[in-house]
């Protein structure tokens, strides 16, 4: 069974930063890609960002590219979110989840996920 236990979320004024950590239980978080995903009210859950098993390919959504940096720590069982330049429709519950798919290949669709943290907090005050 692998847990995964988000921290590093709260309340930011327009223009700020956070970071976002993600702590994985197993032997196997290095064998995994890992993504970052997140939920507004009353919105679908969405692909924020995602990282090969071994850190050496990212990809983002385009609404925070430029602005978001997702990194991995295997020898930590760590992931995490690097958010700069926060805007008010940042705003949402941020999800970190691990691809159920063992492979080398990026995903970004919900389903291809199968372990997903509790979530963390996000708001951006304008």
């Known amino acids: 069974q692998v847990q995964l236990v988000e921290s590093g979320g709260g309340l930011v004024q327009a223009g700020g930063s956070l970071r976002l950590s993600c702590a994985a239980s197993g032997r196997t978080f290095s064998m995994y890609g890992m993504g970052w995903f997140r939920q507004a009210p009353g919105k679908e859950r969405e692909f924020v960002a995602a990282i090969t098993r071994s850190g050496g390919s990212t990809s983002s959504a385009d609404s925070v590219k430029g602005r978001f940096t997702i990194s991995r720590d295997n020898a930590k069982n760590m992931v995490y979110l690097q958010m700069n330049s926060l805007k008010p429709e940042d705003t949402a519950v941020y999800y970190c989840?691990?691809?159920?798919?063992?492979?080398?290949?990026?995903?970004?669709?919900?389903?291809?996920?199968?372990?997903w943290g509790q979530g963390t907090q996000v708001t951006v005050s304008s």
């Open positions: 989840a691990r691809q159920a798919e063992s492979s080398g290949i990026i995903r970004t669709t919900v389903q291809e996920y199968d372990y």
